[in-house]
């Protein structure tokens, strides 16, 4: 199975600061790759597909970036809303999928 | 408007069996893969099972093959899974999530819906 690791686990920032948030594949995902936002006692939000496409009605200051093992979230001018629980999420292969083990924005 | 509600949590004793059911509504629920994911308490998301629009592909866990096993009724649209043989560590949060294949080739979750708990205890 592929394995996922994000890091940091968890991370501080101001508002109006870029924080990124790194996620290694053991294994190449190509571009499989997709983030979702946590916040506490909800489901996850889909923020971005395909390691680098917005879904649609995420805010500009999300973009991710990224391919084969190695992958970014950025989030760039942090608003106080922003502060969740983020997960990286491979969907390549044989439909047997992993979820990294997020992390955790505070602001 | 997409709406997933699960249930068919509570309590069930180790060894016991639990069915958990998703109702789907607001989209042609037979056009697409469906998943369970959990979360346990504190701890992050865990992807369990996907199952093909007519049932003939599904893929589970390693933590749960054997145990756990996705169904559907596209009559009903409707998602299950069916949980055996329960641990204590099958305590969670149980999501059940449409699937949407991006451009066609990069599957993602675009729906989800609020969970169940499901308690093993003794």
């Known amino acids: 199975d592929i394995q996922m690791t994000q890091s940091p686990s968890s991370l501080s920032a101001s508002i109006g600061d870029t924080v990124t948030i790194r996620c290694r594949a053991s294994q190449s995902v190509s571009t499989h790759l997709n983030w979702y936002q946590q916040k506490p006692g909800k489901a996850p939000k889909p923020l971005i597909y395909?390691?680098?496409t917005l879904q649609s009605g995420v805010p500009s200051r999300f973009s991710g970036s990224g391919s084969g093992t190695d992958f970014t979230l950025t989030i760039t001018s942090l608003q106080p809303e922003d502060s969740a629980i983020y997960y990286c999420h491979q969907t390549y292969g044989a439909l047997t999928w992993t979820f990294g083990q997020g992390t955790r924005v505070e602001i | 408007e997409v709406q997933l509600v699960e249930s068919g949590g509570g309590l069930a004793r180790p060894g016991g069996s639990l069915r958990l059911s998703c109702a789907a509504s607001?989209?042609?629920?037979?056009?697409?893969?469906m998943s369970w994911v959990r979360q346990a308490p504190g701890k992050g998301l865990e992807w369990l099972a996907n199952?093909?629009?007519?049932?003939?592909?599904?893929y589970h866990a390693d933590s749960v093959k054997g145990r756990f096993s996705i169904s559907r009724d596209n009559a009903k649209s409707s998602l299950y899974l069916q949980m055996n043989r329960l641990r204590v560590e099958d305590t969670a949060v149980y999501f059940c999530?449409?699937?949407?294949?991006?451009?066609?080739?990069?599957?993602?979750?675009?729906?989800w819906g609020r969970g169940t708990l499901v308690t093993v205890s003794s």
């Open positions: 607001g989209f042609n629920f037979n056009a697409y893969w």
């Open positions: 999530a449409k699937i949407i294949y991006n451009s066609g080739r990069f599957p993602s979750y675009d729906y």
């Open positions: 395909a390691a680098s």
């Open positions: 199952i093909k629009q007519d049932e003939v592909e599904k």
